[in-house]
């Protein structure tokens, strides 16, 4: 049986206890305080807490509370180390706290390729001397494109800007080819909201998406000064990892603001297809606009190159490349089928259907004056047509066993081109 | 050793009262790190025993709610416009605002947007009165909680106040006009007239080109027009949109019935500019109990729209102007549904008689995929438009149309002749390059 003395230590123990709260709310509090999440007001609690660990985690906060690499793209990588190490699977991963002309260039993509779930940026211009790959399961979010506005104008950054540091290579890529072992089918790998520029570095392309499929998406994006290509997918057959069924690829502007390496090979957006037979898988791109106006004469080949892919083009707007919409392989091997546009329009560029393309429908093609040159169908006895605009030209394909002598089917509102049954 | 009651008493009443008073002094200890006001606080470990807050840094998320400017404003917009100007004076070029904690009524006296403010302003769970025109400025995306759904307080509901006046007579206005305005846009929200007879449009794009953006937005109420898109060649909407998922209706409009609204009008000189996609659309008149005008006019812009529903307008869809030959050229409906009104109703001011009528002034105008309602009373024409004799005709009976194509107008020397594509097989015959092809 205790004594009084033991008996008044316990009460002061206990009391003491009570007093640094470790019998009630400490323990438990701290350990649903985890680190560089947003505290949330908790009435039970008292101060605040968090949810549970690794559910979202302050990137730039997480570095600075372990003393981590002030380097962007590592912060990002060890926080969402961190993160999935908890036993999270898809955390969000808030990097909008790293504002400004970051000082140090990424040497690495920032996000693990493995990983999944969703990486916030903010205000903020990252130079990058690695390929940002955006694995399956991933969405990379900005704070908004930067348009016609400028990337990073007296020193700040318009919204969320990518730039490559002698990187002859894509800026983004979409999907993973390399996940130390065999990597999961691609799926679901999107990009948003943000600006990509080259700084035209020869060899240089914005985004490019060779084995991410369907589920990927590239929306709001602008891409600035891409001396090969500013946006490039290729599919191919399907036993192929490749872009098939990919998209919708939406709101995108490439443009050249400054471009020392820019080409008369330069495209905008190309489109191809990795096997010489064709490849049907279908892909969308809507409210797109390529813009080589700012290159000099000569540089700037296709605003839209269609190799081979089965594509449907919308609400978009080309100008100044020697051609603005290329359709079929300028070499003459890839077929292409099933290419479908609608209401683009054009400015100093047409668009050209090459002998190897058939099955086209255009629809609502305009030009600026009345003397644009809209149209070149080459497949179809050369023909062109000009003017401020194109109402319909529906194009079908030759006769399968033998196209010598003969033209495919072609119904146009041009008055000057005859149509022709099959 | 003998007992000691009252020691024991007092040791007991020290311990008990520390016990109760030491916790709440450990709360008080809370270190903040670098804190910047009105920034989520961000859990930053413990140091020395005691819980370490800090925020990101000055600009990055602004809650304007909790944001408190010494003399500052008090109403949403005020408070909004504040937050913004001391994040961008922090050196931030685009800031998110995030006004989602406003509880739900809210005035705004003022426009949110400072000069020169580019980022992301961020709506909840509101009905703001406005009594000024919201002008959405370059760089500048406007993002609400979701559209108010019918009769109850959800989502994010912008309507003019009592004291609403602007010389636009539009709630929002997408740039502004005489500025080369880009890379504007609005998302997820409701926007009302709320019976104001200054308020005659719900968004307006006069001055915003490239990159200006509407989606997922509800327009109720505006007694002229609910969305009014002009583009000309420069210095307009040339090549703005997309302009996806937005719908246009009536529930309590008392301005409405002294004038003839129009859903949607895109209009402009003929330029050969386009405004990019149209897409997603519902207009509804079947609230109206007077006769609106048009679901859709399109007017001297070439455009496209598609997978569109259109209720309750005389006309769904005008192309061109009816009163005039003045021109209309390129433009694309595909996939669109009009009904007459309720179902099995079709008689009133504002039955629907004609799905897609096209304006004799009209060319390069392609129909694709047109459907009529095929319950209760049956529209009067799918589609109508003028042949080369300045005929007006009506095509596809009152259900489906596959495609309706129609080309340039030639000259009389070249024969005078319009080509056209038809999938309709009792209406008129092809016309191809100067020659009439008998069915």
């Known amino acids: 049986m205790w004594n009084h003395d033991q008996r008044i230590l316990g009460i002061v123990i206990i009391a003491l206890l009570l007093a640094t709260g470790q019998l009630t709310q400490p323990a438990q509090l701290r350990a649903q305080n985890a680190p560089a999440q947003p505290l949330i007001y908790s009435s039970v609690q008292g101060a605040g807490t968090t949810d549970t660990t690794g559910t979202i985690i302050d990137a730039y906060v997480y570095q600075n509370q372990t003393g981590g690499s002030t380097e962007i793209c590592t912060a990002i990588a060890s926080t969402w180390a961190y993160a999935t190490s908890t036993g999270i699977v898809s955390p969000v991963i808030d990097a909008r706290g790293f504002q400004g002309v970051q000082p140090n260039t990424c040497t690495q993509s920032p996000i693990p390729s493995t990983a999944t779930g969703k990486l916030l940026l903010g205000n903020v211009a990252i130079s990058t001397s690695a390929t940002w790959v955006v694995p399956a399961g991933v969405e990379l979010i900005g704070m908004g494109a930067s348009g016609t506005l400028g990337d990073v104008v007296n020193g700040v950054p318009v919204n969320t800007v990518i730039q490559g540091s002698g990187l002859a290579a894509p800026i983004i890529s979409l999907g993973a080819t390399s996940c130390g072992g065999t990597c999961q089918r691609q799926v679901g790998a999107k990009v948003r909201s943000l600006t990509v520029d080259c700084l035209g570095v020869s060899g240089c392309t914005g985004i490019e998406n060779v084995v991410a499929q369907e589920g990927s998406t590239v929306e709001d994006v602008t891409i600035d000064n891409a001396p090969v290509y500013g946006l490039h997918v290729t599919v191919g057959p399907a036993s192929t990892p490749a872009a098939n069924y990919s998209g919708i690829y939406r709101n995108i502007t490439v443009q050249y603001l400054l471009c020392a390496h820019c080409t008369s090979t330069t495209n905008g957006i190309q489109v191809d297809c990795s096997s010489t037979s064709g490849c049907p898988s279908t892909l969308q791109f809507d409210n797109i606009t390529a813009s080589a106006a700012n290159l000099g004469s000569g540089v700037g080949l296709y605003g839209f190159y269609i190799k081979g892919v089965s594509t449907l083009l919308t609400n978009s707007h080309f100008e100044n490349y020697k051609v603005n919409i290329q359709i079929g392989d300028d070499a003459a091997i890839t077929p292409t089928s099933n290419v479908k546009i609608e209401n683009v329009s054009l400015s100093a560029g047409d668009v050209l259907i090459d002998t190897t393309a058939s099955d086209v429908l255009i629809a609502g093609l305009s030009g600026p004056t009345s003397s644009t040159l809209l149209l070149q169908d080459n497949y179809h006895n050369s023909s062109s047509i000009s003017g401020m605009y194109l109402g319909f030209y529906m194009l079908g394909k030759c006769n399968p066993t033998s196209c010598a002598g003969t033209y495919p089917a072609i119904v146009t509102s041009d008055p000057g081109t005859a149509w022709q049954e099959p | ?439």
Not at chain 2, 109 to 128: H, K, V, Y
Not at chain 2, 186 to 196: A, K, S
Not at chain 2, 220 to 234: H, Q
């Open chain 2, 1 to 439: 050793m003998a007992r000691s009651p009252v020691l024991l008493r007092l040791v007991s009443l020290v311990t008990i009262t520390l016990a109760l008073l030491l916790p709440a002094l450990g709360q008080g200890n809370v270190v903040y790190n670098a804190p910047n006001q009105g920034q989520p606080l961000i859990y930053y470990g413990v140091s020395g025993g005691q819980d370490q807050y800090t925020t990101g840094p000055a600009g990055t998320l602004v809650d304007a709610y909790i944001y408190k400017k010494s003399g500052g404003s008090t109403d949403l917009c005020g408070k909004v416009n504040d937050a913004w100007t001391d994040a961008m004076a922090t050196g931030a070029a685009s800031v998110t605002i995030d006004a989602r904690g406003f509880p739900s009524a809210q005035n705004c006296l003022t426009s949110p947007f400072p000069s020169g403010a580019q980022g992301r302003l961020l709506l909840g769970n509101q009905q703001i009165s406005s009594n000024v025109s919201w002008v959405i400025p370059s760089g500048v995306e406007v993002v609400g909680l979701g559209s108010k759904l019918a009769g109850t307080n959800s989502g994010t509901f912008l309507k003019a106040s009592t004291s609403f006046s602007d010389s636009s007579h539009a709630i929002v206005q997408i740039g502004s006009a005489g500025t080369n305005t880009t890379d504007a846009k609005l998302r997820n929200l409701t926007i009302d007239c709320g019976g104001n007879s200054s308020c005659w449009y719900g968004v307006l794009n006069i001055a915003a080109s490239d990159n200006a953006r509407i989606e997922d937005v509800t327009i109720n109420n505006a007694p002229k027009v609910g969305l009014v898109v002009i583009v000309t060649s420069t210095g307009s909407a040339q090549n703005s949109g997309s302009y996806r998922n937005i719908t246009v209706s009536y529930p309590s409009c008392s301005q409405c019935s002294s004038n003839s609204p129009i859903g949607m009008e895109l209009s402009g000189n003929d330029s050969g500019a386009i405004i990019r996609g149209v897409q997603n659309i519902r207009v509804s008149g079947c609230s109206l109990s007077s006769s609106p005008a048009y679901g859709i006019q399109v007017v001297g812009a070439s455009t496209k729209i598609e997978n569109t529903n259109v209720e309750c307008f005389p006309t769904g869809i005008q192309v061109g102007d009816p009163s005039s030959t003045s021109t209309t050229t390129g433009v694309q409906i595909d996939n669109s549904y009009f009904r007459c009104a309720t179902f099995g109703v079709c008689t009133g001011a504002n039955q629907t008689g004609t799905a897609i009528a096209v304006s004799q002034g009209s060319t390069n105008i392609t129909l694709t995929n047109v459907n009529g309602d095929s319950q209760g009373s049956a529209l009067t024409n799918l589609i109508t438009y003028y042949d080369s004799g300045a005929h007006k005709n009506a095509v596809g009976g009152v259900l489906y149309e596959g495609f309706l194509m129609l080309g340039p107008k030639q000259s009389i020397s070249s024969g005078g002749f319009q080509s056209l594509l038809s999938s309709d097989p009792l209406g008129v015959p092809w016309i191809t390059q100067n020659q009439i092809h008998s069915k």
